[in-house]
């Protein structure tokens, strides 16, 4: 009797997977929370030994962390580049979003006005093997370089004509525009915040940030 | 691999000696069963990516066989396979971030392939013909020697392609700099030319002199313990 009830009921059936699954669970909670510091150093060393390539002038040593508040109503954390003299030559955002396989995660260099893209760089990425992990190239990702932030990026499968316009990666369209999203949204979100901060610090003054380091 | 899939009651099986040293030549789960050819391919380009996989595989693969051959008496038949990638998936998290944490450079090296390691077909079938049927002591011995073989494939490959395209071994020179370092052997096509050519020369060497003596051995170490 009570053999042919289990038989028939979901929880006497996956029971064993139900208890795993919340076991499982558990246990990866702990390993993020206990990892997770380690793997942020690992990424904010490796921003910093990048920065360079991406600000053009910038030097590591002299530049700094620091959070805005984004549009978004959440605080942003990034970078302010800072090159010989103390002379701020950028900005160094990371922005992260959903990518073909997982999430992905950039940096994006733009000069002090947030006019323009100096540089792009992928901090994370799962993108398909031979496809989409292309976006972490070179040749993709000089198509960002001198990119306008004044209008969305738009992602084409042909000769560019525009400035905003990137092209796509052959064979891994939505790699491709994955990573063009996820530079709009975080420009949209943290330009005007970054143009006010460089406004306020031109005449010599640090401006009114909330530094972290 | 010719066991049934049955109930998963404990019966005899090999012996934890006997699957330890099956998983290292005998039944090598890439020169002998031809699984987890992805990672084979994909990683081995030089040494410190194919070492660094094979033990995230080993790691996967040794846990994996424990957690399974402690629930076997709970498993239900239809829901094995589910439990089985469960299983797997959560170890290959923890190796991915482990990875992430103390080898970030490997980590960012290898990439998706990381946690490409829970379609490794080394894992399931080793869930499904040992764990799930024996002990967890015969699941670790399998577990070791499966590692260690997969371990030796993949280095074995790694070695190859790693001296004759980039003339090193783990990064250091060993050749001498006027090789010309063979850049295909870097590339896909030197990954499916070594390891046909691997293949062959191992294939070659066990139906000669080398299968006799390792199944001698194994045959002396049977007849020891009985």
């Given amino acids: 009797m009570q053999e042919d009830r289990n038989r028939g009921s979901y929880i006497g059936q996956a029971w064993l997977v139900i208890l795993l699954a919340a076991l499982y669970g558990v246990a990866l909670a702990g390993v993020q929370s206990t990892l997770s510091g380690k793997i942020e150093q690992n990424k904010k060393a490796e921003t910093y030994e990048v920065m360079p390539d991406l600000v053009p002038g910038a030097q590591p040593g002299l530049s700094e962390e620091l959070t805005v508040m984004g549009k978004d109503g959440q605080e942003a954390r990034l970078y302010r580049a800072v090159g010989a003299g103390g002379r701020q030559v950028g900005w160094l955002l990371p922005a992260g979003g959903q990518g073909f396989g997982d999430r992905i995660e950039i940096l994006i260099g733009v000069d002090t006005q947030v006019s323009t893209i100096t540089g792009l760089y992928v901090l994370e990425q799962k993108e398909t093997p031979g496809l989409g992990d292309y976006i972490t190239t070179d040749a993709f990702r000089q198509r960002f370089r001198n990119a306008p932030t004044d209008r969305p990026l738009v992602v084409v499968k042909t000769d560019p004509s525009q400035e905003n316009e990137i092209r796509a990666l052959s064979g891994a369209t939505i790699s491709s525009e994955s990573v063009a999203a996820i530079v709009n949204r975080a420009l949209a979100n943290c330009g005007a915040p970054l143009r006010e901060l460089a406004a306020q610090a031109r005449p010599g003054r640090q401006g009114r940030v909330e530094s972290t380091q | ?226």
């Fill in chain 2, 1 to 226: 691999m010719s066991e049934k899939t049955t109930s998963s009651v404990d019966r005899a099986g090999p012996t934890a000696l006997e699957r330890f040293i099956n998983g290292v030549l005998p039944e090598n789960p890439i020169y002998r069963q031809l699984l987890g050819m992805c990672p084979t391919l994909a990683v081995t380009n030089a040494m410190k990516p194919a070492v660094t996989m094979a033990a995230a595989t080993a790691f996967v693969l040794i846990c994996s066989n424990i957690m399974v051959s402690l629930i076997r008496g709970l498993l239900k038949p239809h829901l094995r396979i589910l439990v089985f990638t469960l299983t797997i998936a959560t170890f290959v998290t923890i190796a991915d971030r482990l990875l992430a944490a103390y080898v970030y450079d490997m980590s960012k090296q290898l990439g998706p392939y990381v946690p490409l390691i829970i379609v490794n077909c080394v894992i399931i079938s080793r869930a499904e013909i040992c764990a799930s049927k024996q002990t967890p002591g015969v699941a670790i011995a399998d577990g070791i020697g499966m590692s260690l073989g997969f371990g030796i494939g993949l280095a074995s490959i790694a070695t190859v392609r790693e001296l004759l395209g980039s003339g090193t071994w783990f990064g250091l020179h060993v050749l001498p700099a006027t090789w010309p370092n063979w850049g295909i052997m870097v590339l896909p096509p030197g990954a499916f030319l070594t390891l046909g050519l691997l293949l062959a020369i191992v294939e070659w060497g066990t139906r000669r002199r080398a299968a006799s003596a390792i199944w001698r051995t194994v045959r002396m170490l049977w007849s020891w313990r009985h």
